[in-house]
């Protein structure tokens, strides 16, 4: 059976001026593996801090969010959504 409690995230490198978009079922638990260096992507930007996460249910709508979140239209979204949650 598959989880229904899937996640996507948004994080940001500290030290340098970039984002990663993914997917979990534990935003924090995949935080703490970006940060100890599983990702080939974000190995060289450590550390990273998670600055939004949007529950979406399972894991086929997550994968489809989190590649439109890729796109430029999806960057505008989750950027708005990122600034909105922040006032």
């Given amino acids: 059976m598959q989880s229904e409690n899937y996640f ?3 994080i940001s490198s500290e030290v ?3 984002f990663y ?3 979990s079922a534990d935003p924090q638990i995949r935080l703490k593996q970006h940060n ?3 990702s080939q992507f974000t190995k060289g930007f450590r550390p990273w801090k998670l600055v939004y996460s ?3 249910g399972n894991r086929e709508n997550a994968r489809k969010l ?3 979140y890729k796109t430029g239209a999806g960057r ?9 949650s922040a006032q």
């Fill in 54 to 56: 949007e529950f979406v």
């Fill in 76 to 84: 505008v979204r989750w950027m708005k959504k990122l600034e909105e």
């Fill in 8 to 10: 996507v995230y948004v």
């Fill in 66 to 68: 989190e590649k439109y």
């Fill in 16 to 18: 340098a001026n970039k």
């Fill in 21 to 23: 978009v993914g997917m």
């Fill in 36 to 38: 100890a260096g599983h």
